[in-house]
Nanobody
């Protein structure tokens, strides 16, 4: 079972950029489809982006499409989220997640992910 730790959150002005990282431990990291989700206070968890295990197929939520880029480096057991043109409404706790090892396709559904990181706060000031 993979374990996940996020990093890279912080405070940034509107229009700025941040790069989040998700470090995975455990075996066969390449077999896991992974995703980024976010949750703002008082709101439901929202799908941000996801990426398949080996083929690099990506999917993005409508609110971030064209501004955020998801990527992964399987040799480093890591996944990234490059966030550009940030807006105050992007403020949330961002969490990375991994699907079970038998599922290599990305998913928008939080319940399809077996392992979650602890989350990292992203705050965008206006």
């Amino acid at each position: 079972q993979v374990q996940l730790v996020e990093s890279g959150g912080g405070l940034v002005q509107s229009g700025g950029s941040l790069r989040l990282a998700c470090a995975g431990s455990g075996r066969s990291f390449v077999n896991y489809a992974m995703g980024w989700f976010r949750q703002a206070p008082g709101k439901e968890r929202e799908f941000v982006a996801a990426i398949s295990g080996r083929s690099g197929i990506t999917d993005y939520g409508d609110s971030v499409k064209g501004r955020f880029t998801i990527s992964r480096d399987n040799a480093r057991n890591s996944m990234y989220l490059q966030m550009n043109s940030l807006k105050p409404e992007d403020t949330a706790v961002y969490s990375c997640a991994a699907r079970g090892s038998t599922y290599s396709s990305p998913s928008r559904v939080p319940g399809n992910y077996a392992t979650w990181g602890q989350g990292t706060q992203v705050t965008v000031s206006s």
